[in-house]
């Protein structure tokens, strides 16, 4: 069940009256940031995993 206009702009307002309109784009930017370092943290952990496969796979050889 998808949210209709009216839930959407509910929300849209109380965030605005939550965060005012002159701190959200700072808000947003540090959300982004966080994204972005979770990402990077899964990014480096899969990498990690890799080279230990290969590492694993050196030894029984």
């Keep these: 069940m998808a949210p209709s206009i009216w839930q959407i702009l509910i929300i849209v307002i109380a ?9 959200l784009p700072r808000v947003m ?5 966080g994204i972005r ?3 990077e943290g899964l990014k480096e952990e899969d990498e990690a ?3 230990t496969k290969e590492i694993d796979n050196k030894k029984e050889d």
């Design 15 to 23: 965030v605005l009256l939550l965060f005012g309109a002159g701190r």
């Design 29 to 33: 930017g540090d959300l982004a940031k």
């Design 37 to 39: 370092s979770f990402k």
């Design 49 to 51: 995993k890799k080279g």
